[in-house]
Nanobody, 122 residues
């Protein structure tokens, strides 16, 4: 089994910054893609950013130029650096990861974290 634990959320003012972390644990052989999603009250969950095992990144248009996704393979951790925060960035942020357990022939599967609250005050 795999557990993803998120941290770094909190309350910030407009224009401020936050750095989110998500660490995966378990009998992990390798991790393929990792990503961040968010969900505002009354809205559907949306993709924020993704990063492949090779380091290729993808961002939602609404965060491009302000957010940066990165990862540390040795720590099985993905990060989201958020700058120039806006009230529209408020929501619960979830990380996910496509994880392969045990060995190279074990099938991979996507796991989700519990979410961390980010609130941007105006």
């Amino acid at each position: 089994q795999v557990q993803l634990v998120e941290s770094g959320g909190g309350l910030v003012q407009v224009g401020g910054s936050l750095r989110l972390s998500c660490a995966a644990s378990g009998s992990i052989f390798s991790i393929n893609d990792m990503g961040w999603f968010r969900q505002a009250p009354g809205k559907q969950r949306e993709l924020v950013a993704t990063i492949t095992s090779g380091g290729s990144t993808n961002y939602a248009d609404s965060v491009k130029g302000r957010f940066t996704i990165s990862r540390d393979h040795a720590k099985n951790t993905v990060y989201l650096e958020m700058n120039s925060l806006k009230p529209e960035d408020t929501g619960v942020y979830y990380c996910n990861a496509d994880v392969r357990l045990y060995h190279r022939y074990y099938p991979s599967r996507v796991y989700w974290g519990q979410g961390t609250q980010v609130t941007v005050s105006s």
